[in-house]
């Protein structure tokens, strides 16, 4: 961690992540649990979304990457036992007296927590760039889709494994993927056999952009367009996300208008003034904090 | 047919349509007009939807297969004597007489009734798997674009040919096809162009998902892929095809409100503690019927 | 230019472009400020929406090509005077006793007029096919967005620059780019990130779907296809457009319903006889003016 | 019912309901089960969309009035034993051993379908002007918000009385309702209390545009309101509902568009040029069949 | 006018319309052909559409009142001649010989610059007070309700009256009403049979806001408004009327968002400072232009 | 509070609330800063949203009153020292150097946190009365707006105040407040001159829908309607809340999709049989906990 970061003052620390900073403006966040190959328990949930609330506000933080502890998996997904003892399994567990509407309303209230804890990651305001390794089943798409930039390595595996436990997937992953890729044969094939697939289908199809020889590479490369990111006004960056995200959802028209009000303010920013300068003086630019 | 099917017993007898029941809970529909490359008459697109509608329901049927009989073609599209008899040329026919506000109205009601004889298959809860081969042209691609998964032959010819009668393609393809494929740029130019394009452009652009060397094998892997989808709990396939195409044509937001809704139920099933403990146990995990 | 077509007869004279007919039906546009590597200042936006509404409604012509002038640029993007002397400097500028919300109403205002100007080249009802070559940089995206179908050469370069102007894109290439693509992770690596990327980059991604060895050569595969176009009957060739466009930001059942309506008046015209007469009489069909 | 009127001739007899040609062009359409004070059964509304889909093709028919037999009531509603045997008790049955997502799915289709029975009187091409009288409850509210005019009388009580029976309303009355009126505090009361209401607060609130003293003359002034649009242009008729009802759920833009492609056809009837005339001449214009 | 008002010493003459400043910031726009009774012909729309781009922009004007001169009539809609010799006739004129798809393409430009002429008045930055009085049909109603808040005369008749003329509204009126009044029976009704309805009824449902004994006292409540409306923050109440059409075409989530982003400029005005302080100091704040 | 009510047992104790439980299922939040009119503070909005977010989950609660402390004010809105210290003075503030985009950016960030707070009453799953008395201005009506029912006294006095201190409103009115009442024209006028307006125009424009003769009288029929409302099956009334709130702000298509969706697991609810037999043994149905 650099020592000029001032991050380095502040406590990162959570529950199953290690927070660091590797470089001026750029934050690294590794899901860790390496023993249960990254599996996710609630608690992870409810870290990743208190996480990237903090960063998406803190004006030290310019560009994240995510990745994972350990070179086996990126994560299986969902903890077995989670799966069976928690929200999946309670609806079939052994309270037959329970009321249909009432069990209903409780996993509506659950499953729209869930889906919002992943959802923090698109809401927060700085790029994330998910660094894909080893075994990348169900949540890990779900994540990844709700994350900027897709990179993965050579040994990469994914699956949308949400049928193989009777479900279909309900974080995101229906709702995200296909707008994210170039085939929706492809996308509803995978969603729908739950069937593995690796980096090279991946890259094909737009899921990912960069497959990189191996972890450390590929985490290399993360880093380095986190880099290049955080140099930039963070107010552009900031408002590139935030109408990229906005228009996908919505028809051109809609896209403009609203880019038209959004920088009717952002473009009287001093940033301006000094991205030009910089380029004129050919010098790197410097912007203050967001 | 498998004997333990007991689809056997009813009559799925269509004009213009084989159905057959290759394996237990997929069902494989054949457009069966060879003699006429399968070009559609009115006849069939009414027998289409019915046939798809009451696959939609029916309990022993979890994934489909749509080809054309015999080797020369999926479907050349439209008959050009209904083409020049019905529909299309009626309007410019010799009836001179008719009110333009009047013909209008019925062409309305005409358009309305055909395109949701091809919706009819998007609707149909189970996943329709189109094994394309030989020509495919017209109403071949519209169709196409209303099945979950696209299969084609080496030596399959697409071609989106309505311009070239004149007319502005009207029962699906200029609204799904630029939704399932990676260009707008090349969705446009076969479009306004009616050029034909051949497997590998299709595959290249994400239309369909893989491409097999012969028809024969075409159809073998579109009852693989149907297969493997029918071994799954049939609550998670039809949710997963339900809120892929929920999701394609909304924000993620909506996407997602609509997604728990939808599990609140559905996660309520029994399916859930079976399929995980088929995986526990290692065996296939059997579901009854929806 | 063909004498037999009337345009001859009319002026199409325009500050910053040069415009001409070179076979029956197609126009052929050219930014034309080389010196400048044709680099967009006010007055060429203003005049690229006059010239586009223009042949939108002129019945010489069914398709349209758009290049640059000069080897060296398609375009640079918006001139750097005009970067730092008007919009964008404008607010980072020494008036600081200038109210900011009057400031943003103001901004807006010019910002969605420069927005419609862009927009011009998408409401044209006839297809725009855009020749990407050498420097396509920043304007050069946003208003390659706009056309309908992008070629480009071997020695193409583009970039999403505005963030390395301190600024959001939002003249539409946020708003249209991801929508044209294969991958959202290669349209937020590019549009966050300002790097350049190349032709190969581009066709792998759908941006643009034929690359050419030179700008002469992809000059002429525009020409081709925008004769292909003017062959086919303008009825059918302007509502394909038109029906592209209007599903692409909306629901398939939208885009279904409006389809039925365009044509019920649309499938009424004449050309349809005569595309069919002309099929069967193995001659070309001719389409009276639109 | 008029001799000169050729519907006449043809067979409209439907179990449940009297439909009779009360004037040129206008039908009544009666709910007929007076002895339950028209509580409706299942057949009831399949008989009720067999109807409207019929009424709203025939050449015959330009506006519908519909009401109930007998004195005192409209409909009180969803059969007390149908509700207690089918639709909705079935789910709280014995059948214990029923999986819930399968219970859930076949729900799903039924109430589906239930609602498309409503819809086919909104999708009636034709207006319809509902008459209240009596008891108006529960499926009385929601079959009346489908239509496009409501009358009542001053004895008539209406009420949304669903959440008495434990369900939140899904026929249509809660997408609805607030569309119609006035007051969204009102709409909200109405439906979460299940109190009745009568025709003054109807009035107030603009649920109904008229309150008559009776039955009949409730009748007589749906029919004179039929009898009035009957004697215009059906080309103009048929398009102001369907332009106010696709309006309804859209942006003013959107409703702008879509009405600029609908009478891109529809003014080029002679209806518009009869109507002219017409009042010109001080004559009744005559239009000829839709 | 005022001589303090600098609007006078520039040009506001247009043919068919009187452009007054009768107080400071208050534009008062009539429409003059009073000898037609204020008839619409295709230079009147024209010309109001460039009145109020102008009004939108000039700094001088922060409300502004739209009325008809003389006492018989607002506008009696689209003159006669107009309606037999232009649009509406050309459809149905002796020209058999066209295209129906051409002469369609024609009217669809035709009216979406009509449109567009109208809705000029709601784009309008400022608030606008249509005054109602005598005959107020057709086009009276399409224009009204473009405007932001409407009055009337105790002698004011108003009709929907395009039914009568063989068409479906198309210039705004089926698009825009159903959203201002309190009852969409009522709203129906008056389309679908084009009867007259006076002051009363249209304060019932809410079409206007005030009912005046004389156009005269119309005339002065409309200024009197305007006046208030001048009096405030430009940069509120500019906002004000934008983030209210957004929000009538959106959901709430969406009219949130959006105000969010506009707010996040305009709240820094210098504006907010001087209102409070004004309210402070108990005196009337002064405003710099907008 | 009931001895019988297990809130009793809870704490329910927030800073400038009183919550009492007067009777089984029925909450009643007072806003408690008398002394100040209830003006509101930054604290009360986050106290504000943590209570309703409670009362959304809690099983004990059915339907919820909200009202104001003392006599003189339901609030008079936003606090003046708020006003002038807080988010409205601190864009104008002394402090110049800051730039225009950042002050932007975290202006974004309060108001949609503002928002939220609001938001949370609208999103609370049991539905909530308002109680207007005496002073009613600017936050009181966006505040109103998120409930579902709005009742007042002769003696109430409404205002959209924020015009008024150089802002567009921006935590809801202008979004909900023209969905809500009568008239567009009545919504326009009272946002743009943010004159006061009584009890007798906000019934006849629906705002609210009883006015009583005092604030006791006012509190006394807010909480017979919750009384009424909480002896409903509550799974009826969750859902009814719901499915209003829902399809507001969609299409009556969009909004029965869901519904039916919804319905699938909530008429499984033993509710309804519970319903139907307390309705035909002529007793209070009771129902369990939700």
Redesign the interface.
């Known amino acids: 961690m650099s020592p000029s970061n001032n991050q380095a003052e502040e406590k990162w620390e959570y529950e199953y992540f290690n927070i660091t900073f590797p470089a001026e403006y750029v934050a690294h966040v590794e899901i860790n649990r390496p023993e249960k190959l990254n599996a996710f328990i609630e608690k992870m949930w409810l870290n990743l979304s208190l996480i990237f609330n903090r960063l998406s506000?803190s004006p030290s933080v310019r560009a994240i990457v995510l990745s994972g502890a350990g070179d086996r998996a990126f994560t299986t997904g969902l903890d077995v036992k989670a799966?069976?003892q928690g929200?999946?399994?309670s609806?079939?567990s052994g309270k037959?007296q329970e009321?249909?509407?009432?069990?209903?309303?409780n996993?509506?209230?659950h499953?729209?927590e869930f889906?919002d804890c992943i959802?923090a990651v698109?809401k927060c305001?700085k790029?994330v760039i998910v660094v894909y390794h080893g075994i990348s089943y169900g949540l890990a798409v779900d994540l990844g889709c709700a994350c900027?930039?897709?990179l993965s390595t050579t040994t990469t595996t994914f699956a949308v494994k949400?049928?193989?436990?009777?479900?279909?997937?309900?974080i995101?992953t229906?709702?995200?993927l296909?707008?994210?890729?170039?085939?929706?044969?492809?996308?509803?094939?995978i969603?729908?056999?739950?069937?593995p697939f690796d980096s090279a289908e991946a890259l094909q199809?737009?899921?990912?952009?960069h497959v990189l020889p191996s972890k450390a590479e590929a985490v290399a490369k993360g880093l380095q367009?986190a880099g290049?990111?955080a140099e930039?006004?963070p107010?552009?960056?900031?408002?590139?996300?935030?109408?990229?995200n906005y228009?996908?959802?919505?028809?051109?028209?809609e896209?403009?208008?609203?880019?038209?009000?959004?920088?009717?303010?952002?473009?009287?920013?001093?940033?301006?003034?000094?991205?030009?300068l910089g380029?004129l003086e050919k010098r790197k630019?410097v912007?203050?904090k967001?």
Not at 179 to 187: C, D, H
Not at 191 to 195: D, E, F, S, V
Not at 235 to 244: M, P, Q, R, S
């Open positions: 506000h799966a069976s929200l999946l399994a609806p079939s037959q009321d249909v509407a009432r069990k209903a309303n996993l509506r209230r499953i729209l889906q959802t698109e305001e790029p900027d930039i897709r949400e049928v193989d436990i009777g479900i279909a997937a309900d995101g229906l709702s995200r296909p707008k994210l890729v170039s085939s929706f044969s492809f996308a509803k094939e969603a729908l056999t739950a069937r199809h737009g899921f990912v952009s367009l290049l990111m930039k006004s107010v552009a960056v900031v408002g590139t996300k935030e109408l990229l228009s996908r959802d919505r028809s051109v028209e896209g403009l208008r609203y880019t038209a009000i959004w920088n009717m303010s952002m473009v009287q920013s001093s940033d301006v003034g000094e991205a030009l380029g630019s912007f203050s967001l």
